[in-house]
């Protein structure tokens, strides 16, 4: 912590004392104003990398309140999804099949994956779409960046754009299921051509699709900088708070064909009568962002930035009939002299974190072709985190006090890394890319040992991770590329909690290769991409239970993901765009071995497969746009846009198992905006959706449980339960999406 404050006091010294002695004569150089940070996790024009760039402009023709995952729709292989059903509350994305735990998301370079369970919940910064100036989407292993190792994609949110005139942005947003969003967004510009300040207020409201799943979120967003000629300086402080309704148990595998219990949540509903109100996830977060960028020489320049993260927040439970022994006590109490046995009770589990550290880049940029461009990049952080559980209410006398801790731990993990990336413009249309990182990890954390006691312990990993690439401009519009780098990742917080040594997993390694042609023409432009991602000691869950009683992922050897991408983009005729991707691929385990309860003889039995799928990666996912200019005039214009998506077969778990699989869906959506320039404000932009268009029921993600019993049938009992075969059943759950559904959004920009 004493780190952070100082590197921030030694920034805004560093900065004040520039903005006082600068002279202010002329604007800084437009290059500048883009870049107040090097991005040095950026792929650019030329890198051999497959990457997706989503700018400003487009973000404000698609966004209404809706978060990042639902956004990015139409990145080739991303298939998003949404607890509430409709893309406000807690939302996830999957990129090539890989969960958000392998995709790296990062802030301005810096990351924002949970340091601990390598996630991402975007619900924790609200309407951060906003703010944002780019989204680059690299697929694959990527180039080298901050933060958690990347086995699917690499998306990096860019904040670091400043604004050069003043401006105000209101904006309201309506739409089905009691959506809501009130932003309001104002810059000052360049003051004297050197200072800037922005703020973002936002406030979004939804009563979701699924019952009870309401989202409450509200953020703000201040920024403010210094931009000269040798020196540019940026400050961000962004805050959310979120209480969004628990949505995430899904619907009962049972329910799934009745049209009138699609939207069933079982949330809440352990209390008798009416459900439980309060059984929500309350969370705020809050980040700090200071960056310097400074052209030390004409050809030299330095990046440093620092940040500061602190989270705090708890889900509440409503839980029925519990035993002492699952708090730790003997017993509840007494009412005269019978033991209480049970007890319903309510209760909170909090989490209390900080996360802070730098990154740095230091790039050289030649004199004369056909010299390199180096760039010398990394950063070190520091997570200390708190997990703790209360009870706050008990409808017995129980022999507890009011929000004592039934259980208490901290863990810490420090994350540092550091890469050397280098292109070489080698003449005749040929560049290549060279790129060694270095990653140390060091996670302190309470867990079993060998003796399955309960103690504090201390794991180390050592990563390196090369990767190479080449561009070949064949003549002008046509490229050749490949790419091949390594990637690592350590496992993750419940991996080391929930085993002991022993049964602890390792860490998985991945061999990305990555080859590919771009066409592009005057009209049109055409990319396809081929791809072969070979994993080692991948981390799957296969249903075996560990010495410690925890069903952990396990390691599996051999396992890869093989496909090819296709874009394509093509304005047949004025006023007519068209555009289409498809993903398709081969996700594949060539031995599985599957472990599966069996209530009858309380061991597990033990099943083998080959060559099963990988789950929840379709092998087909495409998505087509058609956008016709309807209006163009000197202060008008009006557009329509029809997209369509489709998503394959996606299995639950491992074993290819066709009883629990998603099945194939298709979705389209219709949008139109309307743009009124110069006659209210600067401009009046309207946009409206209809999602969902022809009313599609499906379901975007699931969960699944097998096991086998001859002795009690649990289907009266549980919904969540169905017979397979036999004596075999599965528990499943389903997160259905909503239906055909509208939304409106007023933009006015001064």
Same mark, same amino acid.
């Given at each position: ?41 950026? !792929? ?222 079982? !949330? ?6 009416? *459900? ?89 940029? *030649? ?119 390594? !990637? ?230 549980? *919904? ?31």
């Amino acid at each position: 912590m004493r780190f952070i404050v100082l590197f921030s006091i030694s920034l805004l010294l560093v900065a004040s004392f520039t903005v006082l002695s600068a002279q202010v004569s002329g604007m800084p150089d437009s290059i500048d104003l883009q870049t107040v940070v090097i991005q040095a996790t950026r !792929a650019g024009d030329k890198s051999p990398v497959p990457h997706t760039n989503i700018a400003a402009e487009k973000i404000e023709k698609i966004y209404h309140a809706q978060d990042i995952p639902f956004l990015l729709s139409g990145v080739p292989a991303l298939v998003e999804t949404s607890d509430a059903g409709a893309g406000t509350g807690y939302t996830g994305l999957r990129i090539r099949g890989s969960d958000p735990t392998r995709i790296n998301i990062s802030i301005n370079g810096i990351p924002f994956n949970d340091a601990e369970s390598q996630g991402v919940f975007w619900v924790n910064l609200p309407d951060l779409a906003a703010s944002a100036a780019e989204i680059q989407v690299q697929r694959g292993v990527g180039s080298s960046t901050n933060g958690a190792g990347s086995f699917g994609a690499t998306v990096n949110l860019d904040l670091s754009k400043v604004v050069p005139e003043p401006f105000a942005v209101v904006s309201g947003t309506i739409g089905a299921f009691g959506t809501q969003k009130q932003s309001a967004y104002i810059g000052t510009g360049l003051l004297k051509g050197r200072v800037a300040f922005t703020g973002r207020v936002s406030k979004i409201r939804s009563e979701g699709y699924v019952d009870r799943a309401a989202a409450n979120l509200n953020a703000v967003h201040l920024t403010g900088a210094y931009v000269d000629d040798r020196q540019s300086f940026m400050a961000h402080l962004i805050s959310g708070r979120e209480i969004t309704y628990q949505a995430w148990y899904g619907l009962p595998a049972q329910y799934t064909e009745e049209p009138n219990l699609r939207t069933y949540n079982p !949330a809440g509903t352990e209390k008798n009568g009416d *459900p439980y109100r309060d059984e929500v996830d309350n969370y705020t977060q809050r980040h700090l962002m200071l960056h310097y960028k400074r052209s030390l020489t004409t050809n030299i320049s330095l990046q440093l930035n620092g940040h500061y993260t602190r989270g705090f927040g708890f889900y509440e439970q409503y839980k029925a009939a519990q035993s002492p022994d699952d708090y730790g006590l003997d017993t509840w109490g007494r009412v005269g002299d019978i033991a209480i046995a049970t007890t319903d009770l309510v209760r909170r589990r909090w989490l209390d974190n900080h996360f802070y550290g730098s990154t740095f880049a230091l790039r050289w940029t *030649p004199n004369r072709a056909g010299q390199p461009i180096f760039l010398l990049g990394g950063a070190l952080s520091r997570y200390k985190g708190q997990h703790f559980g209360e009870i706050i209410w008990a409808n017995q006398a129980v022999a507890v006090e009011k929000e004592a801790k039934y259980y208490d731990n901290r863990a810490q993990k420090t994350d540092g890394n550091v890469f050397l990336k280098a292109e070489w413009t080698l003449g005749q249309g040929w560049s290549a890319f060279g790129d060694l990182q270095y990653r140390r990890v060091v996670y302190q954390f309470l867990g079993f040992n060998n003796q399955l006691e309960n103690v504090e312990q201390v794991t180390n990993f050592h990563f390196f991770n090369p990767k190479a690439g080449f561009n070949w401009a064949v003549r002008r519009g046509l490229d050749l590329y490949g790419f091949v780098g390594t !990637a690592a990742r350590e496992p993750n917080r419940d991996d080391f909690t929930q085993s002991s040594p022993q049964s602890r997993p390792k860490a998985e390694y991945l061999l990305d290769v990555e080859t590919g042609i771009k066409i592009r023409d005057e009209r049109w432009n055409v990319s396809l991409n081929a791809y072969r991602m070979q994993y080692r000691n991948q981390l799957v869950l296969d249903g075996r239970i560990n010495d410690v009683g925890g069903y952990i992922r396990t390691n599996i050897p051999d396992s890869y993901r093989m496909g090819i991408e296709l874009e394509a983009t093509i304005q047949p005729i004025k006023r007519w765009i068209c555009s289409f991707n498809a993903a398709i691929s081969r996700n594949k385990i060539p031995t599985f071995t599957e472990f599966r309860d069996n209530w009858d003889t309380g061991m597990q039995d033990i099943i083998a497969h080959q060559h099963t799928d990988l789950a929840f990666s379709p092998n087909l996912v495409t998505r087509g746009e058609i956008g016709f200019e309807a209006l163009k005039t000197k202060h008008q214009s009006l557009s329509i846009n029809f997209s369509g998506k489709y998503v394959g077969q996606q299995y639950l778990d491992n074993t290819s198992n066709a009883n629990t699989a998603l099945s194939p869906f298709f979705f389209s959506d219709l949008r139109f905006n309307y743009d009124l320039d110069k006659v209210v404000g600067e401009r009046l932009s309207l946009i409206f959706s209809l999602n969902n268009l022809f009313d599609a029921r499906y379901a975007s993600n699931g969960w699944t449980y097998r096991f086998v019993s001859s002795g009690y049938d649990p289907r009266p009992d549980d *919904p969540y339960s169905r017979l397979e075969s036999g004596t075999v059943y599965h528990q499943a759950g389903y997160f259905p999406q909503a239906g055909r559904h509208w939304m409106l959004t007023m933009m006015l920009k001064f």
